[in-house]
């Protein structure tokens, strides 16, 4: 087992009709002031969004909202948020969303505490040296920013999309309740529950040189969501369904999943989805689905990681016979044919990109260089996957 | 699955040559005077405190040390310690030791805040509302302590063991480096590896009621230890070895085993092994050796818990065929073999105990009263499992 430290201060509060539960939290730390950030319509047609803000109010907190966060969330929408933020004060932010919202909220936090501009921070111009805290409600489960440290931003001017982490942008409080997710489009909840699945497998997918333990805790997690995944349609208010997905995507990206290894995963396919996400404002799990399995299929015919690709096959997918006994070309075709079977595109004709729009991709993507470990990746090496992605 | 809430707050440094990492985190939580807290001399025949008070004095950290904690914790050592804590106006508790050493720091770090007698804390007779900070190094993995809000303390002028619990004991940073471990005795490794399968196992036997993904975690875990403690005696210095069972006992009882379910497991076997601690002194992981099979027996015995105890055979003990198709009793004998199969006792009559005894180990257990979800314990039903320990 790799050396690794391991970090989660975030108190998730996990189950049905617990959100009134993190007014105390606020209480507790003294808050009187809170920015809350919101995205599309759902948490006001809910009703979610009256609920808290009467929560609040009998509480005598203070707020201000700023609606609108996009998925892959916009650079100029932070800044509007961070001025807000600043107008009235906030001692925090209030997150009322999915992973986008989340990211969000923590670029605001880093920038309404340090006064620099959220760009700056991303491409580390300025240092992160302070954030507000973070107390934040989930309405969509997938990307685990409700109590991870990273966040994603798109820079709408240069369509850049860039990670950022930083652990004082870990939530101090989340609430995690899955029937408010039920209002969610199905098909969202499969991308995002699409997106939670490929933490694990990024993680998994780097080698099998860590300890047993870890490559068993990572396959029952990754079964739980495909599982979960499949069984969605015929689920949408189903709680034991909802809840094991949403309880799986907590885990996730929570870093639990890569401890004992070398390298903490692979996350080239995040990094090339990334781009595709900057450009073409495809949906982050739809991204992972088309180039996931076509990554997979590069690093194969490089020769590498069949063992994993096979036991990745016979433990998590279930393939139980493959043609020359080649199980891990049978559990990458497995695994297309499971992104298939969610209604999910496995390439990139599928959402329009041409050809010709490959090298724009590659380059955009071989900005955040360096990343991958099974193939250390560069412009080659992404060009290769994005052509297999094709 | 049922409503949870999860906290694990403490930063976890895992691995081989990491105890200097220890060292900046003080520094960056402006510490400058720590109480050090350890055990046995094995710290010191290692050389493991002469390297500790050496980066102490090197970074400018003032420091006293109380020595001599004992397994089953004493409260005049703790007060002892108190009263050291307060001489030098500690701002931070550094245990260097196991579970014992640990829980006692706890212990100090509440006492010594809040300027009560730390047996007032644990009897609920004062409110613990302040604790000082607990950065520590483990040398020997079992109870979780390094991570948990939990801690148990021996009175003893009463003979009383009691269990005490608040967020704000859980330690801030915890290095958990496996290889310091070499130099325990494989029959302490063993107890106290027991141990954390027995933290995992409280919270698997409440029952089969939560989240298919939650039993196979346990399971996971459950696996690796019980293959740590078969492996142990021709592994003493094998890192793979011991850094899965090191790791597996810090995530066993973190909380993470017992979130979705209604009762977060079931600790009968902890009271009434607490109570034989108390009173014997036979080491925590051989009490529980001893009565946890025969809490199972004697829940069998009842009617309950067949299919827990069936599916714990078949998916954790490995067991393929039964008597009568009873895998339930299959897996409670497999669990008893396997105990022995360590070299530990399985009664308590092994341990010294006399029948006679009984009534009284019952009355002290029953001081803790309630406790148990699978049997709501009473005197009658503690006496009955010690009876079957017999």
């Given at each position: 087992?790799?050396?690794?430290?391991?970090?989660?201060p975030t108190k998730i509060i996990f189950g049905q009709?617990?959100?009134?539960?993190?007014?105390?939290?606020?209480?507790?730390?003294?808050?009187?002031?809170?920015?809350?950030?919101?995205?599309?319509?759902?948490?006001?047609?809910?009703?979610?969004?009256?609920?808290?803000?009467?929560?609040?109010?009998?509480?005598?907190?203070?707020?201000?909202?700023?609606?609108?966060?996009?998925?892959?969330?916009?650079?100029?929408?932070?800044?509007?948020?961070?001025?807000?933020?600043?107008?009235?004060?906030?001692?925090?932010?209030?997150?009322?969303?999915?992973?986008?919202?989340?990211?969000?909220?923590?670029?605001?936090?880093?920038?309404?505490?340090?006064?620099?501009?959220?760009?700056?921070?991303?491409?580390?111009?300025?240092a992160l040296t302070a954030a507000l805290p973070i107390?934040?409600?989930?309405?969509?489960?997938?990307?685990?920013?409700?109590?991870?440290?990273?966040?994603?931003?798109?820079?709408?001017?240069?369509?850049?999309?860039?990670?950022?982490?930083?652990?004082?942008?870990?939530?101090?409080v989340a609430v995690v309740d899955p029937a408010l997710?039920?209002?969610?489009?199905?098909?969202?909840?499969?991308?995002?529950?699409?997106?939670?699945?490929?933490?694990?497998?990024?993680?998994?997918?780097?080698?099998?040189?860590?300890?047993?333990?870890?490559?068993?805790?990572?396959?029952?997690?990754?079964?739980?969501?495909?599982?979960?995944?499949?069984?969605?349609?015929?689920?949408?208010?189903?709680?034991?369904?909802?809840?094991?997905?949403?309880?799986?995507?907590?885990?996730?990206?929570?870093?639990?999943?890569?401890?004992?290894?070398?390298?903490?995963?692979?996350?080239?396919?995040?990094?090339?989805?990334?781009?595709?996400?900057?450009?073409?404002?495809?949906?982050?799990?739809?991204?992972?689905?088309?180039?996931?399995?076509?990554?997979?299929?590069?690093?194969?015919?490089?020769?590498?990681?069949?063992?994993?690709?096979?036991?990745?096959?016979?433990?998590?997918?279930?393939?139980?016979?493959?043609?020359?006994?080649?199980?891990?070309?049978?559990?990458?075709?497995?695994?297309?044919?499971?992104?298939?079977?969610?209604?999910?595109?496995?390439?990139?004709?599928?959402?329009?990109?041409?050809?010709?729009?490959?090298?724009?991709?590659?380059?955009?993507?071989?900005?955040?260089?360096?990343?991958?470990?099974?193939?250390?990746?560069?412009?080659?090496?992404?060009?290769?996957?994005?052509?297999?992605?094709?």
């Amino acid at each position: 087992m790799h050396n690794f430290s391991f970090y989660s201060p975030t108190k998730i509060i996990f189950g049905q009709d617990t959100v009134s539960k993190l007014i105390p939290e606020l209480g507790n730390a003294a808050i009187s002031r809170v920015l809350l950030l919101t995205g599309g319509k759902s948490v006001y047609t809910s009703g979610l969004y009256d609920k808290v803000v009467g929560l609040l109010d009998q509480a005598g907190i203070k707020h201000e909202t700023v609606s609108g966060v996009q998925p892959n969330p916009r650079l100029s929408k932070v800044r509007e948020a961070v001025a807000t933020a600043k107008g009235i004060q906030a001692q925090a932010i209030l997150p009322i969303g999915g992973g986008s919202v989340f990211d969000s909220s923590k670029a605001v936090a880093a920038s309404a505490a340090t006064g620099h501009d959220i760009w700056d921070i991303v491409t580390r111009k300025r240092a992160l040296t302070a954030a507000l805290p973070i107390y934040g409600i989930l309405t969509l489960s997938g990307t685990s920013s409700e109590l991870n440290n990273t966040g994603v931003i798109n820079n709408d001017e240069t369509q850049e999309k860039f990670p950022f982490a930083n652990d004082l942008l870990i939530p101090r409080v989340a609430v995690v309740d899955p029937a408010l997710q039920y209002s969610v489009p199905v098909n969202q909840v499969c991308y995002s529950g699409f997106d939670a699945l490929s933490h694990v497998l990024e993680a998994y997918f780097e080698s099998l040189d860590t300890s047993e333990v870890i490559l068993e805790h990572c396959e029952a997690y990754a079964k739980a969501i495909i599982r979960s995944l499949r069984a969605l349609p015929g689920a949408k208010e189903d709680y034991a369904v909802r809840s094991e997905l949403a309880f799986c995507s907590v885990y996730a990206h929570s870093g639990w999943a890569s401890v004992g290894r070398a390298k903490r995963g692979d996350f080239s396919s995040h990094r090339i989805g990334h781009a595709l996400g900057g450009i073409f404002d495809v949906p982050h799990g739809v991204t992972l689905g088309i180039v996931m399995p076509n990554w997979m299929q590069y690093v194969y015919d490089k020769g590498l990681s069949r063992d994993v690709f096979a036991r990745f096959a016979t433990h998590i997918l279930g393939v139980k016979e493959a043609p020359d006994n080649d199980f891990a070309l049978a559990g990458i075709k497995a695994f297309k044919d499971f992104v298939r079977s969610l209604g999910m595109p496995v390439s990139l004709r599928e959402v329009g990109v041409k050809e010709a729009d490959i090298p724009k991709l590659a380059e955009n993507a071989a900005r955040t260089l360096p990343f991958g470990c099974v193939i250390s990746m560069d412009l080659e090496n992404i060009t290769g996957v994005l052509k297999q992605s094709f």
